[in-house]
T-cell receptor, first 115, second 114 residues
């Protein structure tokens, strides 16, 4: 079974600074996807960024980028120029490429932005 | 695209009562998922539908839980004889069946069993 581990329960960063959230995963599959989801206090999950395992290039979405290390099974999220609206729970998630394609989530990291 | 809709948003029920939640996925999405999220934890997979067929169920889904998706449109999740341990946020998500397509989540139904 696949597992996802986020070892940082809480992180904080000064507004406009850069922060990196860590995630490791375990799988025996070779074809899969990795995601970072954001869950603000309103509780709706919002997709931040997606990485396809067969792509070596790290995904980027505006201020958000990932460092995908497939051999190490590591998938960290970097948020540049942090903004107050970035404050939320962040979940790393794994999704296999076949079958149910259900998401397996990590425990989450609560990100606080200090003004 | 009106997004994934869940109803009700909040439900308080007494232990032993039955509750039913509804999820309306994005209309063209044929995959529908239910997850459960307890406070401070990541969501955990409960069950998955491809159109009207329930194709996978988690071991978390005890026999008190049942889910349906008649006609492959909306879905319902029923919990019978609720227990305090059922208190959680129940999240619904939908996606197209194409590989790797992202899942869209609803705002969830928060269940409190007293």
């Amino acid at each position: 079974a696949q597992t996802v581990t986020q070892s940082q329960p809480e992180m904080s960063v000064q507004e406009a600074e850069t922060v990196t959230l860590s995630c490791t995963y375990d799988t025996s599959e070779s074809d899969y996807y990795l995601f970072w989801y954001k869950q603000p206090p309103s509780r709706q999950m919002i997709l931040v960024i997606r990485q396809e395992a067969y792509k070596q290039q790290n995904a980027t979405e505006n201020r958000f980028s990932v460092n995908f290390q497939k051999a190490a099974k590591s998938f960290s999220l970097k948020i540049s120029d942090s903004q107050l609206g970035d404050a939320a729970m962040y979940f790393c998630a794994y999704r296999g490429a076949v079958g149910a394609q259900k998401l397996v989530f990590g425990q989450g990291t609560r990100l606080t932005i200090n003004p | 695209d009106t997004g994934v809709s869940q109803d009700p948003r909040h439900k308080i029920t007494k232990r032993g009562q039955n509750v039913t939640f509804r999820c309306d996925p994005i209309s063209e999405h044929n995959r529908l998922y239910w997850y459960r999220q307890t406070l401070g934890q990541g969501p955990e997979f409960l069950t998955y539908f491809q159109n009207e067929a329930q194709l996978e169920k988690s071991r978390l889904l005890s026999d008190r839980f049942s889910a349906e998706r008649p006609k492959g449109s909306f879905s319902t999740l029923e919990i019978q004889r609720t227990e305090q341990g059922d208190s959680a946020m129940y999240l619904c998500a939908s996606s197209p069946s194409d590989r790797g397509r992202k899942a869209f989540f609803g705002q969830g139904t928060r269940l409190t069993v007293v």
